[in-house]
């Protein structure tokens, strides 16, 4: 595993991933061990062609990231056995 590999914390980078793909990829690095994960392109690629990026920016990108958020401290929730079983397909 990547976890025992490394030996210290580690996070899943969005390196391309495309955004409908990553929530996935951040359940999965993080039931696995990751800490968390860092996104570039996952969160506001999908702004540059708005007509309002600024206005894109401010509010599905956000929207995104916190979505992406929300997917990581499940997944950590339910690795650690702190989730219930609810909480965990509330997806």
Do not use: H, K, N, Y
């Not at 993080?30 to 540059?48: I, K, Q, T």
């Not at 401290?73 to 397909?89: H, K, N």
């Amino acid at each position: 595993s990547v976890t025992a590999a490394v030996g210290s914390p580690w996070v899943i980078l969005s390196s391309g991933v495309a955004e409908a793909d990553f929530p996935t990829a951040i359940a999965v690095a993080c039931e696995e061990g990751a800490s968390g994960f860092l996104a570039g392109r996952a969160v506001w690629a999908s702004c540059l062609g708005a007509t309002d990026v600024a206005g894109c920016l401010a509010g599905p990108a956000v929207a995104r990231m916190q979505r992406f958020a929300d997917v990581a401290d499940r997944a950590i929730l339910m690795r650690s056995g702190s989730a219930t079983q609810s909480e965990s397909q509330a997806t």
